[in-house]
Structure formats: structure tokens, C-alpha cells
């Protein structure tokens, strides 16, 4: 009888840990796996916001940065934004202060405002997403960070309207998986990520429960990213069984090569790393 009991007994254990696997699984899974989709990015180093330099000589996210890094044959990492009267800049903070030396928030400033800035103090412009794709023609594949604001719905569909003029390969992430969504259910043959971090990273720009959510990938099962771009160091349990049922593994931002050992692309800045290293 006792034998009974504990057979029962573990027979549910058994079947609850089952469900359980079952529905992390079903919570973090990728995409479908697509080979030809994922080639121009695999093996591949990406310059972090062009190829800058630290002593901001040649300041993040700006045309010599970008030209640079296509010259030398590297993939390109790029941050994209909405102004207030809805043309794509590329830039990466939401405030101006850091780089620009002005207050006020990014999208609160018009195109032709935002060109009288300057960046870094530095005679480089704020760049058009045009002008970016101009510059670099074709010669690298690019990685799109589009970044959430007041129109997050325009702005993914600006981007993927300007990106099909793009001659090279290019794929799209974002931290909200809203403008994943939206790739997924409105450009399906887009290649997309969703970048995400430690709790510890993300917990002072979004509520708790939102970064607990982003950082083991809890939305996954509506957006099924492609690729996970994740922050270099240790991951949580969720993000490796995501990777391991087939994600695409980026790593950022990489300032050693050794970062090359362990992920399928790498997103790198300050260093001199190969071009591709599978």
C-alpha cells in the first residue's frame, strides 16, 4: 500500500515536472529555424553603433563611424528613432544630453532641429536612416535596433519600408517586444531579435515585473524572436533553454575577442576583432 502511495505520489511529481518543462519551453521557444535567413549574420562581428572610437574623435552612430566599419568589411550595429515630425534618425539615447550636450528628449525634437546638433563636439551631424544606408551601400549586413518612443507602430513601419531600399542583408531587434511583434505579424521574413539583459540591468527602466519578464524571455511566445541578443555575462536558465531549442545566440557588447568562443555573432566596440570567425 505504501509502495502505491509513493508510486502515485511520484508519478505526479514526475507529470508536474513534465507540464512544467512543457510550458517554459512553450514560453521561451525562437522562431522557426531558417538557415539561409540566418547566414550574413552567423560567424560575424558587428561594430557597436559604426566603428567609433573612444576618445569620440569619431563619435557613435555617425557617417565616418559607419563608413569605417563597411570599408573594413564588418557587419554594422545601429540604433533607430522617431522626431516629433516622424523622420528616422539614427542615434542611440533618448536624451540628447550625453552626446549632443542638450537637454530634451529625442523625440520631442523635429529633423531640422536635430541637425543643428552636433555630435561630440565633433562637426558630424546626427544622421538620416537614408543617410546611414547611403553611406555604407550594401557592403555590410546590419543589425537594426529600433527604439521604443511615442510612435513605436510608425516607426517599425518607416523602418521596414525605408530598410527594403537597403541593398545588404539586415535584420531588426528591440528591448520591447512590441516592435518585435509587430515584425512578426507584419514582416514575417524579417530576421528578428530580441534584445534583453540581467534583471539587475533592466529593473531601473521598467517596472520589476517587466524586467523580470524581458530578462528569461517570458514574451517570446508571442514575438518568437529569431535570435537573442543578450548581455555578456551570466544568463538565466530561460534564455540558455531558449538558445538550446535553437535561438540564434548574439552576444553584446563584446570589448574582447574571446566572446567569439561561445555565440553565433558578436556585437563588439574599441577593439580590432576578425570580420567573421565561423
Known sequence: MNLNKYAKAGLISGA???ATALTAAFLVAPGRRDD???????????????????????PENSIPAFEHAARIGY?????????????????????????????????DFTLDELKTLRLCGTDNAIPTLQEVLAAVAGRSSLIVELKRGHANRELCRKVYEVMQTYPGPWCIESFD????????IH?????????SARYSSLKDGTSNP????????????????HFI???IGRKPLMVKLSEALGA???AWTSLEWKNEESNDAVIFQFYRPRVKFK
Open 210 to 225: 517587466a524586467a523580470f519578464a524581458l530578462s528569461r524571455l517570458l514574451t517570446n511566445f508571442l514575438t518568437r524572436p
Open 187 to 195: 514582416a514575417p521574413e524579417v530576421l528578428r531579435g530580441q534584445l
Open 36 to 58: 539561409k535567413q540566418r547566414e550574413p549574420f552567423m560567424g560575424r562581428n558587428f561594430a557597436h553603433r559604426g566603428l567609433h572610437r573612444i576618445d569620440k574623435s569619431v
Open 177 to 184: 517586444p512590441r516592435i518585435v511583434l509587430w515584425f512578426r
Open 229 to 231: 541578443a543578450y548581455e
Open 75 to 107: 557587419g554594422i550595429e545601429l540604433d533607430v528613432h522617431i522626431t516629433a515630425d516622424g523622420e528616422l534618425v539614427v542615434f542611440h539615447d533618448d536624451d540628447l544630453k550625453r552626446v549632443c550636450g542638450v537637454e530634451g528628449r529625442l523625440e
Open 248 to 250: 540564434m545566440k548574439v
Open 16 to 18: 508536474a515536472l513534465a
